[in-house]
C-alpha cells in the first residue's frame, strides 16, 4: 500500500544530505523486494539483466582501461529503478486488485490536486509552497509560477512529470483491469477523461502523445463498436485540436525546453560516437553530467538557450552510459515485457499504445531518472508475465481486439 502511495508522491522523502534524499517509494520497495527474498521467488531474466546492466558495462569500461563507472551514479541507479522489483514482487504475490484501486486513487487525487493548484495559480497564489523542499529537487520560486509558468504541475517537480506520471499511471491501470476483469472499470472510463483534462491544462508537450495513445490502450477493445466508433468521430479532431493548441501555447511562450531537450541529445551522441569503445561500451554509469561540466560534451552549435547540464532523456542517458549494445538490450528488454504482458489480455492497439507511450515518456518528455512511474508499468508487466493464471480468466484476448 505504501509503496503505491508513495509511487505518485516523489516529494515524500527522508533527507540525506543537503542535496539527496531517500524517497518514501524507494524504501517501500526494499521492504517489499525483502518479501522477494524470504519467499525465494524466481528472479525474472529481463529484471536480473536490467539491475546489473551498469555493472556488466562498467566492468568492460574498467576493462579497456576507461575511467568506468561513478560509484555514487550506481547507487542510485539501484535507487531509481527499485520501484521496478517492488512492483513486480507485488504483482508475483497475487495483488493486482489492490495495486489496481490505489492507483486509481491516487490518480483521482494527483489530478485533482492539480487542477486546485490550477484555479489559485490563476489567481495569484501558489499553495502548499512548503510541500516542495525536499533535498535533490530544484527549489520552487512562486513568482515565477505564477507569473510566467502558469501552468499547474501538481505535487510533481513540474509539468511534464505530472504529466508522465498520471498518463503512465492510467496506462497500468488499463493494463491490470484487462488482466483482471476483462475489461476496464467504468471509474477508469472517468479517468481516462479527468487525466486527459489535467494533461492539457499542465500544457506539457507529452499531451501531443497522450491525447492520441490514451484513447487506444483505455477504449481499444472496444473500437469496433459503433457507438464508440461515433465517439471517435467528434474525440479524434477534438484531440487533435487540443494537441495543436498547446503546442501553439508553447512555441508562442518562452518555453526552452523541446530546444534544449533536442541540444542535450544530439551533442551527448556526437559525443559519444567519436570513440568506438565509447559507442560501444559506454561512458559510465553517472559520468554524463561531469562531462557537460566540464564541457567535454557541447552543444553549442545546437543553439541551446540556457546551459546544458545533463542529456534530458531517461533512455537516452542509458545508451550513452551502457552503450549502443548493452543500453539498446536494457531499453528492448523492458519494451517487450510490457508487449508481453499486454498481449495476454489486451487488443494489439493498446498494447502497442501502451508500449509506444512508455518509449515517448521516458525518452522525449521527461528527464528525471527518479520518476517512479517509470518504473512501475514494466514492474507491473514483469509481475503480470509471471502470475500463475493472467487474469485469471479464459477469456480469449483475440476476442476483445
Known amino acids: 500500500m505504501v509503496l503505491v502511495v508513495s509511487s505518485f508522491l516523489p516529494y515524500a522523502g527522508v533527507p540525506l544530505t543537503d542535496s539527496q534524499s531517500l524517497s518514501v517509494s524507494t524504501v517501500a520497495s526494499f521492504l517489499v523486494a525483502t518479501a522477494f527474498l524470504l519467499r525465494r521467488l524466481e528472479i525474472p531474466g529481463t529484471l536480473a539483466f536490467v539491475i546489473l546492466a551498469p555493472f556488466l558495462s562498467g566492468f568492460v569500461q574498467t576493462l579497456l582501461g576507461g575511467g568506468g563507472p561513478d560509484p555514487n551514479g550506481l547507487v542510485l541507479w539501484l535507487l ?18 489492490l495495486v489496481t484501486r490505489l492507483a486509481q486513487g491516487m490518480l483521482t487525487a494527483s489530478c485533482a490536486y492539480a487542477l486546485l493548484q490550477k484555479f489559485f495559480i490563476d489567481r495569484g497564489v501558489l499553495p502548499l509552497q512548503w510541500l516542495y523542499s525536499t533535498p535533490g529537487y530544484a527549489a520552487v520560486d512562486p513568482f515565477i509560477v505564477i507569473q510566467y509558468v502558469k501552468r499547474p504541475f501538481g505535487w510533481y517537480p513540474e509539468p511534464s512529470v505530472l504529466a508522465v506520471t498520471i498518463s503512465l499511471g492510467l496506462a497500468a491501470v488499463a493494463l491490470m483491469e484487462f488482466v483482471s476483469r476483462g475489461q476496464p472499470s467504468t471509474y477508469t472510463y472517468f479517468l481516462f477523461g479527468l487525466v486527459l483534462v489535467t494533461i492539457f491544462l499542465s500544457r506539457s508537450g507529452s499531451a501531443v502523445f497522450a491525447f492520441a495513445l490514451l484513447p487506444a490502450i483505455v477504449f481499444g477493445a472496444h473500437l469496433n463498436r459503433a457507438p464508440v466508433a461515433l465517439f471517435g468521430i467528434f474525440a479524434v479532431p477534438a484531440a487533435v485540436s487540443a494537441a495543436l493548441a498547446i503546442l ?17 541529445i544530439l551533442g551527448s551522441l556526437r559525443y559519444q560516437s567519436e570513440s568506438l569503445p565509447d559507442s560501444l561500451f559506454g561512458l559510465g554509469r ?26 534530458f532523456s531517461v533512455l537516452v542517458r542509458i ?10 538490450l536494457v531499453v528492448g528488454m523492458l519494451c517487450l515485457a510490457m ?9 494489439t492497439i493498446s498494447a502497442i499504445a501502451m508500449v509506444a507511450l512508455w518509449v515517448v515518456s521516458a525518452g522525449l518528455t521527461t528527464s528525471y531518472e527518479s ?7 514494466p514492474g507491473i508487466a514483469l509481475g503480470i508475465l509471471t502470475m500463475p493464471d493472467i487474469g485469471g480468466t479464459d477469456a480469449n484476448p483475440a476476442d476483445r481486439e
Not at 80 to 97: E, S, T, W
Not at 319 to 328: A, K, R
Not at 339 to 347: D, G
Request: glycine share 6%.
Open 80 to 97: 531509481n529503478i527499485a520501484p521496478l522489483v517492488g512492483l513486480y514482487v507485488a504483482l508475483r504475490l497475487g495483488h493486482i486488485k
Open 248 to 264: 501553439e501555447d508553447r512555441n508562442s511562450t518562452q518555453n526552452w525546453s523541446w530546444g534544449d531537450r533536442t541540444a542535450s
Open 339 to 347: 508487449q508481453r504482458a499486454a498481449k495476454h489480455a489486451m487488443p
Open 286 to 311: 553517472g559520468v554524463v553530467p561531469r562531462l557537460f561540466e566540464t564541457r567535454a560534451i557541447r552543444a553549442d552549435d545546437f543553439a541551446p538557450e540556457q546551459a546544458l547540464r545533463d542529456v
Open 371 to 377: 520518476v517512479a512511474w517509470l518504473w512501475c508499468l
Open 319 to 328: 545508451v550513452l552510459e551502457n552503450g549502443f549494445i548493452i543500453g539498446p
